[in-house]
Every structure is written in structure tokens, then in C-alpha cells.
């Protein structure tokens, strides 16, 4: 088993940075994958980036490449997302989600088996 907890969302303007984390418990943090998803209004969740179990390999998806970093402190049992250069279109929830499987990152939300209740972003223009 393996809670999540996100924090960090807010109100902020377009242009502006914000850092997400996830805090995580149960499971030993350091043997599984995260990643963050988002939802925004109207739309399916989607896959934002992924990071393995060591932080040695991440991955993006193209409409957040070069703007977002993923990270984690395996000693924290927290992973962030840093958020440069917001748009308009980041609008969103924002997701942490655990991969168990072991060694592939994955963009497929059906590969993530333990979710947080999400953080909500919202960038005016």
C-alpha cells in the first residue's frame, strides 16, 4: 500500500513558477516510479512526466518539455514538479501517481496503481 498526499497548488499568473510535491508513505519509497498527471476542466487526465524509482531517468510530455521539472528525495519520500514559465493552458488538478511494476517509467495511467486526491493549479493570463 502507498499513500499520497500533494500540496503546493495555488493561484498564480501567467509567466510565474510553482513547485508541487507529493509526500508518500507505506511502501519503501525508493523501489517504485512516480509521476505526475493533470486534468483540466472539461478534458481527461493526462500524463505530465515520470521519474524512476532512482531519479536517474525522466520523462515529459512535449507541452511541458523544457518548462516543468520532476525531482525526488528518495530520503524525503517526496517527489516535486517545478513549474517555470506557466501558461494558461497549465490550468489544471494536479496528480501524483506510484508505479510499482518495477523498472519501465510509463505514461499510461493504468500502470499507476496508488494516486493522491490532487492539488488544483490555476494560471491566469
Known amino acids: 500500500q502507498v499513500q499520497l498526499v500533494e500540496s503546493g497548488g495555488g493561484l498564480v499568473q501567467a509567466g510565474d513558477s510553482l513547485t508541487l510535491s507529493c509526500a508518500a508513505s507505506?511502501?519503501?519509497?525508493?523501489?517504485?516510479?512516480m509521476g505526475w498527471f493533470r486534468q483540466a476542466p472539461g478534458k481527461e487526465r493526462s500524463f505530465v512526466a515520470a521519474?524512476?524509482?532512482?531519479?536517474?531517468?525522466?520523462y515529459y510530455a512535449d507541452s511541458v518539455k523544457g518548462r516543468f521539472t520532476i525531482s525526488r528525495d528518495n530520503a524525503k519520500n517526496t517527489v516535486y514538479l517545478q513549474m517555470n514559465s506557466l501558461k494558461s493552458e497549465d490550468t489544471a488538478v494536479y496528480y501524483c501517481?506510484?508505479?510499482?511494476?518495477?523498472?519501465?517509467?510509463?505514461?499510461?495511467?493504468?500502470?499507476?496503481?496508488?494516486w493522491g486526491q490532487g492539488t488544483q493549479v490555476t494560471v491566469s493570463s
Open positions: 501517481a506510484a508505479d510499482l511494476r518495477g523498472a519501465v517509467r510509463s505514461t499510461r495511467q493504468v500502470d499507476y496503481a496508488y
Open positions: 507505506g511502501r519503501t519509497f525508493s523501489t517504485y516510479n
Open positions: 521519474i524512476s524509482w532512482g531519479g536517474f531517468s525522466t
